[in-house]
């Protein structure tokens, strides 16, 4: 049992905080998608409005999850508050960064790679139609396509499954990989498969395998899990068998698709709030700000997308500023081209509820940055930055005086005239606090 109070929580002084050092990738590089059905889990835009979300409908394999996790998403609620009401509401467009994002399964281009090869086909001449690969032989297949596994009829679906899940506790790692993999592909689409996996003792034997020193083992695990999440009932047998540590250890040691899929694991755990302090207590969130930093464009955004969740909860907060989130998201913000501005400002704006949060985002250069983004981000941009200016300065005489030593007013100036309505709003609150520093410094000067 995850205590949910962390006593290693000491980050009073923010200059003490020790950091992952970030180098920006080159803002040129560009990462190509293929443009065929999707194999992502927890992504795509996550930032569009409620009334677009029929639009999420694009990537997804498995209509009636996606329907149930936006479902789940209305019933989640923040549980941090902002300072002014205000804050609140603009706050409210970003719960679209991850509750509604489009929720397929199985992100792994390898499963892609393997469901694509062909059976090998006659030598000769036509052939009879082949026979139903019985479950005697399933495991000894090295390659299968999606077919045979839709194909299984719903009276030999358990006892496959068993097979599965005894293989998957076998001395051989080639059995356990063959076994983890089949497991996995079984739980990809179907629904009725995740549940009679879960139900047969598939999670507490997929755990160890996390740990496996067999690279693809690993990935296969951790993606079968990852898939059966996606079932509601699961997603406590996943946390209460212990996964939560083994999910953090494959974000540490596992292949770059692997730690993805655990992040993806991690966020659909944190659906549930209950969930979410318990998974920062684990420590998930120290390598999530590393694959934050270290790893490709995809597994950013997952990084971000799961850091944004479970940052809901104040604590987690806490624990993501003393793990060096900061500073990799101000340079996020200000690179162009990535498509993780958007994200990065996101949760910058969440940890900026906090006073350590506010404290570190001036610290680290956020004030020149967020002005920069009101000055020539979009609309979208524009909105978090300036929200997220309006939460640093509202309590704070010292920040509005860098605000304005930045070049801060021209802008926010434009931002009130031709900004959207929330932008407009927030600007002109913002211009108000900026005169009040004035006011006070030229009464106190001698």
Same mark, same amino acid.
């Given at each position: ?6 006593p290693?929580?000491s980050?009073?002084s923010?200059s003490q905080?020790?950091y992952?050092y970030?180098t920006?990738p ?21 930032y569009?409005?409620?009334e677009?979300m ?15 996790l ?11 508050k ?20 489009a ?28 026979e ?5 032989g ?44 089949k ?11 995740r ?6 003792g598939?999670?507490p034997a997929?755990i160890p395998?996390l ?13 079968a ?10 997603k ?8 939560v ?9 596992g ?11 991690l966020?659909?755990?944190a ?7 318990s *998974?920062?207590?684990a /420590?998930? #969130? =120290?390598? @999530? $700000?590393?694959?934050?930093?270290? +790893? %490709?464009?995809?597994? !950013?955004?997952?990084a ?9 909860v104040?604590?987690n ?20 081209g990535?498509?993780l ?10 940890l900026?509820?906090?006073e350590?949060?506010?404290?570190? *985002?001036?610290?680290e /250069?956020? #004030? =020149?940055? @967020? $002005?920069?983004?009101?000055?020539? +981000? %979009?609309?979208?941009? !524009? ?6 200016l ?5 309590g ?11 070049g ?6 434009a931002?009130s ?7 407009k ?6 211009l ?15």
């Amino acid at each position: 049992m995850v205590s949910v109070q962390d006593p290693n929580i000491s980050c009073s002084s923010y200059s003490q905080t020790p950091y992952y050092y970030y180098t920006p990738p080159p803002s040129s590089a560009r990462i190509s998608r293929s443009m065929g059905r999707s194999m992502r889990t927890i992504r795509s835009n996550l930032y569009k409005s409620r009334e677009e979300m029929p639009n999420y409908t694009e990537n997804l394999t498995d209509a009636d999850i996606d329907l149930h996790l936006g479902e789940l998403a209305k019933k989640s609620s923040s549980n941090s508050k902002s300072v002014a009401s205000d804050i609140g509401e603009i706050l409210e467009i970003s719960r679209t960064f991850s509750d509604f994002s489009a929720y397929s399964s199985d992100i792994s281009g390898e499963l892609q790679r393997l469901a694509s090869i062909p059976d090998p086909g006659p030598i000769g001449g036509a052939s009879p139609k082949p026979e139903q690969e019985p479950c005697t032989g399933f495991l000894e297949r090295e390659t299968f396509s999606t077919e045979i596994i839709e194909s299984i009829s719903p009276e030999d679906l358990q006892p496959t499954v068993k097979f599965c899940v005894d293989g998957l506790q076998s001395a051989s790692i080639a059995v356990q990989r063959s076994a983890a993999a089949k497991l996995r592909f079984l739980a990809k689409n179907r629904a009725d498969n995740r549940v009679l996996i879960g139900e047969s003792g598939a999670v507490p034997a997929l755990i160890p395998l996390l740990r496996c020193s067999d690279a693809m083992t690993q990935e296969h695990a951790v993606t079968a899990i990852l898939n059966l999440s996606l079932h509601e009932n699961n997603k406590s047998l996943i946390t209460h068998a212990g996964a939560v540590k083994s999910l953090i250890y494959v974000l540490k040691t596992g292949t770059e698709s692997s730690k993805q899929n655990a992040a993806c694991a991690l966020l659909s755990l944190a659906l549930v709030e209950e969930y979410k302090l318990s *998974i920062g207590a684990a /420590g998930a #969130i =120290p390598p @999530l $700000v590393s694959l934050m930093i270290n +790893g %490709s464009t995809r597994g !950013k955004k997952d990084a971000l997308t799961t850091l944004y969740k479970l940052c809901s909860v104040k604590l987690n907060k806490e624990r993501a500023v003393c793990a060096g989130a900061v500073r990799p998201l101000v340079g996020l913000v200000g690179e162009h081209g990535t498509g993780l501005e958007e994200k990065a400002l996101v949760v910058l704006s969440s940890l900026a509820g906090i006073e350590i949060g506010r404290d570190a *985002i001036v610290e680290e /250069g956020g #004030i =020149p940055s @967020l $002005v920069e983004t009101i000055e020539d +981000g %979009s609309d979208k941009r !524009k909105e978090f930055a300036v929200a997220t200016l309006l939460q640093l300065c509202l309590g704070s005489v010292r920040n509005r005086g860098l605000l304005v030593r930045e070049g801060g007013i021209p802008p926010l100036v434009a931002l009130s005239q031709n900004g959207t309505a929330k932008a407009k709003h927030k600007a002109e609150t913002l211009l108000g606090y900026l005169r009040e520093p004035r006011h006070e410094a030229s009464s106190s000067s001698p």
